[in-house]
């Protein structure tokens, strides 16, 4: 037996890679390449190209949402510090101003759109202190010719009632309501204000009901005083013609205001 002839196993096979006609080889898969369990049933994930867009578009929307709650809640709080303002009332006298008694600021309280009637209707006040003071320096001159002390007397409980009562029943309602647009306060002032345009029409005319009418410089009174006393019929007839102004300024502030309630602004 040729033992040594067997081949043996653990010897090396030499290949000549050139030996089969100089072809190669073909090449084994690389361990890196995928081996799936057949490619062509292998899942696929889809990624939208557009993803990144929109995430920023998401972004900009919600900065955007952000930027406009905050708009909102400072409108808010401003309305609500208006309100709040509006709603309490201040202490800071600063009219007139040598010596400040009461608050009084239509530039910076007063809507613009309403700013001219509350001028018209501050003027009206004003005309009416201007009426008493002048109707007790005219009763004071009828007084020294001889007209009697009760009509002054009359005349001082007219300008110190009047004055203030005008102011806190007709002009500071006013005031309110056009600052907060109260109805309330619309209703408390046509009503004093009818009372005070009454008064105006009755002092002009000024009818011998309370001591002859002399302690207002109406019409009548100052017709009964000229005769008397050249001097104070002049008061008077000034003192008339106040009033008569007072009169119709009032008319025309009443209606004024009266359009502007209903809305015809």
Not at 14 to 35: T, Y
Not at 42 to 64: G, Q, R, S, W, Y
Not at 110 to 134: D, E, K, M, N, T
Request: some cysteine; proline content about 6%.
């Amino acid at each position: 037996m040729n033992r040594h002839h067997d081949p043996n196993p653990f010897d090396e096979e030499e290949v000549n890679p050139f030996s089969n006609g100089g072809a190669v080889a073909p090449a084994r898969p690389l361990a890196s390449d995928p081996l799936g369990f057949g490619q062509k049933h292998d899942a696929t994930v889809d990624i939208p190209l557009n993803t990144m867009n929109d995430t920023k578009k998401k972004e900009k929307e919600l900065a955007a949402w952000e930027a406009d709650l905050k708009r909102r809640e400072k409108d808010i709080k401003r309305r609500e510090d208006a309100v709040s303002q509006a709603g309490v009332p201040t202490d800071d006298k600063n009219w007139p101003p040598i010596f400040p008694i009461i608050h009084h600021d239509i530039a910076n309280e007063i809507p613009v759109h309403a700013q001219r009637l509350q001028y018209l209707a501050f003027a009206s006040w004003l005309g009416i202190v201007l009426c008493l003071v002048f109707n007790v320096i005219a009763v004071i001159v009828c007084w020294i010719q001889g007209g009697g002390v009760k009509i002054f007397f009359l005349a001082i409980i007219y300008i110190l009632l009047g004055c203030p009562l005008s102011y806190v029943l007709w002009y500071r309602p006013l005031y309110r309501a056009m600052r907060t647009d109260s109805a309330l306060n619309f209703g408390w002032f046509f009503m004093f204000y009818l009372l005070h345009l009454g008064f105006c029409i009755f002092a002009a005319i000024a009818p011998p009901v309370v001591f002859h009418g002399k302690s207002l410089t109406g019409i009548l009174a100052a017709i009964d005083v000229i005769s008397k006393h050249t001097v104070a019929g002049i008061f008077y007839f000034v003192g008339f013609g106040l009033f008569c102004l007072e009169s119709l300024l009032s008319l025309w502030v009443i209606q004024k205001i009266y359009l502007y309630f209903r809305g015809h602004k």
